[in-house]
């Protein structure tokens, strides 16, 4: 009876010992494994490890945190993690391992404690793989998100081997989506363990286009486990072909007639044909024989239409008058295109958007008159009433912002064009942030800048800034901001009173600079009485 009873404790202990050994899952020796502990919050919710990742969900408050665990974009699964649990949570066959070390319990917080933003700490680990198989990694950028038809689309290849083996057996496919490939990557590569290599696959577009493209690079190799794929894509888009400007007059008086022009640019290096519709405002009416024939399809009282074609960078303008006895504010319609750039379609509009204010006509006196010498603008008014077709102005012009106290002056005869050679349409005074100073040198007032940057006069303007009555600082003078190569330049400033001035001939941020004030030591020497 005895020998029974130690034969059962023997076999139970050795059942016992059985479920530990082989029951459990494959994870007594540590060494096998790469272990990660995180904290994470609602702040910071997501965590990566090689080709993982793992996203806090939701936290109950008491000790609890449900988690969803990834692999290449892909879910594997979702779990509830327990705080202070010795149990691991195990996923994709055993090769991720989850287990919560603290989570925010409010029930342990103190009596004053409040669960602002609850925590997980988690140990985050995953199987190492040491053996004969292959880990790629593939990364596909393009330079550009949009293109002209003349460029060249250019997709950065980076390939990564992150297994622990060479492999030269990786076999490479681009489907570059109907665009022509001027250079790809080699069919075949080779690459060691923890090398990368990287590849310029250079594509140009075909005689037939469409709007979007997607370039895709596909991967295959095999190892010891068997054949693997990986594939990466990339989307590409055409640039519209067209810019539309369409511009008014801003006032009128009751039946005077307003001028409207509208300019369309193709951008792209092959020929388009286009149609241009354009609407007058609402109560106005076209003036009969105003209108440019160039092109012109039709005419009447509710709309106009142009059909022409545009060579490569070719730009074509359309003008015509209008008038209108209805007083007050007018919106007028944008100027829409319908274009056939190479078989594909494209609908555009123009970018501008104005309002003619219509006034009672009291004693109207046209600003072309040679008694009025010079006007008086607001910061970002419309300059085209007083400009001829070549940019240049048709008398002295100040624009004004009266909330910052800046103001700049324009005599007649300059010619202002913007970055693009194009005449400016208005100009802006703002204050901006300030870009870094010199160390020997401190603002005084504010940073303004002047828009659109780039524009260029060919005459000098003259820019005045307000001041304060107390300036900190000794020899205050207007700086402008070269920001090609981050550096301040001296202008010749004239300071009276409470205003500085300086000339100027193309549009940056300025600012007024002063030296800092002289420190003055004070010895004091004293003798007994």
Known sequence: MREKNSFCAFAAFFLIFYLIIYLTPVSANEDDWDKLTVTLSPENSVISKDVYTLEALKYDGYGMVWVKVSKNGETLGDAVLESNSTAWHYLDNDN??????????QKTLPLFGSLCSPEAEIVFETKKHIGDNVVLELDLDADKDEYLLDNDVIVDMELRNIGEV?????RIDVDSDGL????GAPENIILDKGSKKSYKLRFRFPDQIKEKYNITVNLNWADSSGEHFLSRDVEIGLIE???IYKNTGSEAFSGSRVYVTISVKNIQKRAVNVSLLDLPPATFELINGSVSADGLDSSSSDYLSWDFSLAPEEKKTFSYYIRSEQLGAHRVPQAHTYSDLCGKLYTEKSDSRNIITVYENISYVDYRNKTLTEVVLSS???????????????????????????????????????????????????????????GSLRLVGKCYGLEPVGAKLDLSGRLSLGLNNLIEGNFPAI???DENNSIWT??????????ISANLSDFSVYAVLAEPPAEIKLNVKVVPS
């Open 180 to 183: 022509r490939v001027k250079e």
């Open 96 to 105: 991720v391992r989850l287990k919560a070390c603290n989570v925010t319990d």
């Open 241 to 243: 072909p067209l810019e």
């Open 166 to 170: 060479k492999t030269d057996k990786i």
């Open 380 to 438: 970002g008014d419309l300059l085209s009433a007083y400009l001829d077709e070549n940019g240049s102005t048709l008398l002295d012009i100040w624009v004004e912002n009266k909330s910052l106290d800046a103001s700049l002056f324009i005599p007649a005869g300059t010619r202002l064009l913007d970055s693009q050679k194009e005449p400016l349409k208005a100009i802006t005074i703002k204050e901006v942030d300030c870009p870094p100073l010199p």
């Open 490 to 499: 001296l202008t010749d400033s004239t300071l009276n009173e409470n205003k």
């Open 479 to 481: 700086y402008r901001y």
